[in-house]
């Protein structure tokens, strides 16, 4: 499989895609929820060679237990270099289970931003870890007077 760059975009190795994940800790969640992607904003924190995260009954932590196959993107901005950067994990989820293993995950810096019952640990165990870095264009060269301009009604 090919990966096209263009001149303006690196590809990130493997310890850097490392290193950027543990620079934030929002990412978006790709799951599957009844044959359909579902995607979810999460705030996770990485642990050795995988990322956990929390959660709660819903349609989040059934997409992401059992193995399942999942994806999550994280994505940042330097903003004195203009440098952005983009990060995907693949690979599969468990809930984390059994006493040792939980007391263990308790201890990560984990809080979920949203209020609510969150007491499922979720470990991802990435496949693949890839990224990419670029610099942001001006506006000017993305943004064009059509992008704020009011949509007629379809008739």
Not at 18 to 33: K, Q, T
């Amino acid at each position: 499989m090919s990966h096209e760059t263009s001149p303006d975009v690196q590809n990130l190795e493997h310890h850097e895609c490392w290193a950027m994940l543990r620079m934030v800790s929002v990412g978006r969640l790709a799951v599957l929820a009844d044959g359909r992607p579902d995607i979810f904003p999460i705030n996770y924190t990485v642990d050795g060679g995988t990322l956990v995260f929390r959660t709660g009954e819903g349609t989040k932590l059934a997409g992401s237990s059992k193995g399942a196959a999942v994806a999550l993107e994280a994505d940042g901005v330097d903003q004195e270099t203009g440098l952005a950067w983009s990060v995907v994990v693949k690979g599969s989820a468990d809930v984390i289970t059994g006493n040792e293993h939980l007391m263990e995950t308790t201890q990560l810096y984990l809080f979920p931003w949203q209020a609510g019952k969150k007491d499922a640990f979720v470990r991802i165990t990435p496949d693949s870890v890839t990224g990419r870095r670029f610099r942001v264009t001006e506006p000017v060269t993305w943004w064009t007077q059509l992008s704020g301009a009011a949509k007629a009604s379809p008739e």
